[in-house]
T-cell receptor
């Protein structure tokens, strides 16, 4: 299993500022994922982060707005840049994991609850 | 476009009854479907995975079915308990590199 922690757990920010969210895993993993979950909505994949390469962003998400770092196999950061109230969401990181023998599953962190005023 | 839909936004069930949640997909044939549980303020937790060539999968009080003809997966919780109250997410993918989640069903079990 994988244990994932995220910092901060929540924050209130002013529009126009940036926030960096950290994700730490207790084991080495190849792929890490960043999701956004807007109020009352499901999870939307922002990007996939592999160590040693540029993150791969999904349609509708760009590196200038959501820069991602992946300096090693246990850590990643997501920055939400130039924030607006529309960025108020829960941001979750996850890693692939062989849960119950299934490679296709993911472990999730507890999430970072962001409110932009 | 590929879509995965969970029909009910919310479901209220009497304790002890069987809760049945529905997940429908269109415009693709997933290799598998997964079900996750999400509690308020927490990330989703994996429950069950069922592959396209499997009809049914069980885990304790949980049962998942996969009907490729109806393009549907059903998720059952038997002998439901208030502790089962949570949001349940259906998800699909062809690998671990990209999982698409449904909008979720908020399940409430009343004593």
């Amino acid at each position: 299993s994988a244990v994932i922690s995220q910092k901060p757990s929540r924050d209130i920010c002013q529009r126009g500022t940036s926030l960096t969210i950290q994700c730490q895993v207790d084991s080495q993993v190849t792929m890490m994922f960043w999701y956004r979950q807007q109020p009352g909505q499901s999870l939307t994949l922002i990007a996939t982060a592999n160590q040693g390469s540029e993150a791969t962003y999904e349609s509708g998400f760009v590196i200038d707005k959501f820069p991602i770092s992946r300096p090693n196999l246990t850590f990643s950061t997501l920055t939400v840049s130039n924030m607006s109230p529309e960025d108020s969401s829960i941001y979750l990181c996850s890693v692939e994991g062989a849960q119950a023998g299934f490679q296709e599953t993911q472990y999730f962190g507890p999430g970072t609850r962001l409110l932009v005023l | 476009s590929q879509k995965i839909e969970q029909n009910s936004e919310a479901l209220n069930i009497q304790e002890g009854k069987t809760a049945t949640l529905t997940c429908n997909y269109t415009n693709y044939s997933p290799a598998y479907l997964q079900w996750y549980r999400q509690d308020p303020g927490r990330g989703p937790v994996f429950l069950l995975l069922i592959r396209e060539n499997e009809k049914e999968k069980r885990k304790e009080r949980l049962k998942v079915t996969f009907d490729t003809t109806l393009k549907q997966s059903l998720f059952h919780i038997t002998a439901s308990q208030p502790a089962d109250s949570a949001t349940y997410l259906c998800a699909w993918g062809s690998s671990a590199s990209k999982i698409i989640f449904g909008s979720g069903t908020r399940l409430s079990i009343r004593p």
